[in-house]
């Protein structure tokens, strides 16, 4: 009778252990959804970044040797959202670079820290490895580690660093970043756009091109924009519209060869985009 009730009782146990078990492994494989998804997994000929950062002036088109400081300055931004930025003004060039950084720090816990040597980062960009690309890279990480940005589109907040974190390991000499957990919120719901690195990469040292590229890419049926409206979106310095115009057209055909999108201002100076494919993300 004794040994029955003491079977009975190991059985129990038994049980318990394998229902603990498995709930230990079903929360950790849990946990490692969460881990892997806190930014959007996408195929490596595409880059995310959010929507809000794509349709505004905050990696603008900043013309050679015209960099400014600025201090709570309200970027040109569309609809409801509101972006307030302190720090030397970002190019597309900075937006290459950002865009490499979340690339390599999607696959880790925001927060944590992702290491690299700033040799292989400037291979990833296809640039040059020579003294005067790994003092400019330095540049881009200090730009993009001391700005801060207020964010806010009325259904998401976020302000902060847009790196979090950098710092040179100097045994190793490799560059070390992370992100604020809070930046997720940027990517949520769906918000974010994986941009073609290809046809990016086919606008290197085209910055209005590229600009171009990445607000459109924002949108899967482009609305029509009146010139003016993307002149002072893309924060252009250029004063007189006739002349902003001209580089406008250039650009476009710039972005039409790269896309195969169709790309054109009607007689009412309306830009108007029709996309032969709707990519998914």
């Known amino acids: 009778m004794a040994k029955l009730l003491q ?17 230990s492994r079903g929360d950790q494989k849990q946990d490692s959804g969460c881990v892997n998804h806190v930014l959007p997994c996408v195929s490596d000929n595409k880059r995310a970044i959010p929507n809000v950062i794509l349709r505004s002036s905050l990696f603008g088109v900043v013309g050679k040797g015209t960099r400014e400081y600025q201090k709570d300055v309200l970027k040109a931004t569309v609809g409801d959202i509101t972006i307030k930025y302190t ?3 970002l190019d597309q060039s900075d937006l290459d670079v950002y865009l490499e950084c979340l690339r390599r720090l999607s ?3 925001l927060g944590n820290h992702v290491r690299f040597s700033v040799y292989n980062f400037l291979k990833s960009l296809n640039r040059n490895t020579g003294k005067r690309d790994h003092e400019w890279i330095k540049c881009c990480f200090i ?3 001391y700005c801060t940005v207020e964010i806010n589109d009325c259904k998401l907040y976020y302000t902060g660093h847009l790196i979090n974190e950098m710092f040179r390991d100097e045994t190793s000499g490799e560059f ?7 930046i997720s919120v940027l990517f ?3 918000k974010w756009t994986g941009l073609q690195l290809k046809e990016r990469e086919t606008l290197n040292g085209k910055q209005l091109a590229k600009w171009l590229h990445g607000f459109f890419s924002s949108h899967d ?3 029509p924009y009146k010139v003016d409206t993307l002149r002072v979106l893309c924060g252009s310095d250029v004063k007189f519209l006739k002349t ?4 406008l057209k250039k650009a476009l055909t710039d972005l039409s060869t790269a896309t195969g999108w169709k790309c054109w201002i009607d007689k009412n100076d309306l830009v108007r985009i029709k996309k032969k494919k709707v990519y998914i993300q």
């Open 7 to 23: 079977d009975r009782i190991d059985a129990i146990a038994n049980a318990i252990k394998q229902i603990d078990n498995k709930k």
């Open 87 to 89: 720090g030397d003004q």
């Open 107 to 109: 696959n880790i816990p």
């Open 143 to 145: 730009r993009l580690t």
């Open 176 to 182: 070390v970043i992370s992100l604020n957990k809070s």
């Open 188 to 190: 949520s719901d769906k």
């Open 221 to 223: 049926k482009p609305f």
């Open 244 to 247: 902003f115009k001209q580089k």
